[in-house]
C-alpha cells in the first residue's frame, strides 16, 4: 500500500487487516541504522491511528533476524559527534545535551511499537541482538525458530542498555535474577531457554514455521472486536505500570466509554446464535 513506503521496511496490509512489518537490510545482517528505527517509529505511528490495521506481524529477511546497532554508523554518527564550542574545543556539557535527546529519539522511535494499540506479533529467526532484544520486548507476542538465539549484547560494546531492554525485559519474564545474569554477561540465550523463561512463547522449526504460527495468531486477534482488542492492549500495558487498585480505577474509566460500542451486542447475539460475529474496522 502507497501509504507505507519505506526504504528498510516492507510493509503489506491483508484484506483482514493483518500488518506485515518485514525489516529489510539483510546485506547489514538487518543491522538498525537511524532510518531503520526512525522508519520504524513512523510506521507504528501510523498504524495506531489506521482502521484498516488491526493486528501486526514482524519478521525480518535474510538468514537473522538482526545484529543489533549498526556500529559503523555509530561509529560516524550522531553519537560519535560532539559539541564543539568557539574555540574549537569539545564541550561535554554541550555534547551530553544532544546526545540525551538523540537517546530520546531512539526510545521514543522502538517505545511507538509498544504504544500502537494495534498487538504486536514477532517471529524472530537467527540472531537477535542487541536493540533486537529492546525491539522484540516492545512486541505483544514474540515467536521464534529452533535457531533462533538472543543476546542482550550492550555490555560487550561498552555501555548499558539504553532503548527498552532493561525497563521491558524483567516484566517479560519474571525473574530478575535470570535477567540480571544475561544482562551482565551478554551470553547467548538459545531459544528453548528463552521458551523457559517466558520470553518467547512458541518456538518452531523453521522461519517459514514461525511466520505461519504469527500470521495464525495475528488474523485471530483481527477477528475480534477492534474496540475490544486495542482497550486490552491498552489497559495491559497501563496495568502492568501501575498498582492493581490503579489499574482498576482506570479500566472502570476506560470501559464506561467503551461499553458503549456496537460489538459487544454483536458478540453476544453471535455467540447465541453459534454464528461468527463480524466487526466494522475502527
Keep these: 500500500m502507497g ?10 496490509v491483508s484484506a483482514e487487516g493483518v500488518a506485515h512489518v518485514e525489516i529489510n537490510r539483510p546485506q547489514a545482517l538487518n543491522a538498525f541504522n537511524t532510518q531503520t528505527w526512525t522508519e520504524i517509529g513512523q510506521c507504528f505511528s501510523q498504524f495506531k491511528t ?10 525480518a ?14 561509529a560516524t554518527g550522531p553519537l560519535a559527534k560532539g559539541a564543539a564550542t568557539d574555540g574549537g574545543a569539545v564541550d561535554v556539557a554541550r555534547r551530553g545535551y544532544y546526545h540525551r535527546l538523540h537517546i530520546l529519539t531512539f526510545q521514543d522511535a522502538i517505545s511507538a511499537v509498544e504504544d500502537c494499540d494495534k498487538p504486536v506479533v514477532v517471529a524472530v529467526h537467527g540472531g537477535c541482538l542487541g536493540i533486537g ?16 538465539y538472543f543476546m542482550v549484547k550492550e555490555v560487550d560494546i561498552g555501555m548499558a542498555a539504553d532503548i527498552g531492554t532493561l525497563q521491558r525485559l524483567p516484566k517479560v519474564v519474571g525473574n530478575d535474577s535470570w535477567v540480571r545474569e544475561v544482562c551482565f554477561t551478554a551470553r ?5 531457554e528463552a521458551c523457559s523463561v517466558g520470553l518467547v512463547s512458541h518456538v518452531l522449526p ?5 511466520l505461519e504460527k504469527a500470521f495464525e495468531v495475528a488474523n485471530l486477534i483481527a477477528s475480534k472486536s477492534p474496540v475490544a482488542v486495542v482497550s486490552t492492549k491498552h489497559l495491559l500495558n497501563y496495568s502492568r505500570d501501575h498498582s492493581v487498585r490503579e489499574g482498576l480505577e482506570y479500566t472502570a474509566i476506560w470501559n464506561s466509554l467503551a461499553h458503549n460500542s456496537h460489538d459487544m451486542a454483536t458478540a453476544i447475539v453471535s455467540s447465541l446464535k453459534k454464528q461468527k460475529a463480524r466487526f466494522p474496522k475502527l
Design 61 to 74: 529477511s535474510g538468514r537473522m533476524f538482526t545484529a543489533g546497532l549498526d556500529l559503523k554508523e555509530a
Design 206 to 210: 523453521t522461519r517459514e514455521s514461525a
Design 50 to 59: 489506521d482502521g484498516d490495521v488491526r493486528s501486526v506481524v514482524v519478521s
Design 3 to 12: 501509504r507505507y513506503s519505506f526504504e528498510c521496511l516492507n510493509v503489506t
Design 133 to 148: 532484544i529492546d525491539f522484540t520486548t516492545a512486541c505483544d507476542v514474540r515467536i521464534c525458530t529452533e535457531d533462533a
Design 188 to 192: 547467548r540465550i538459545p531459544a528453548q
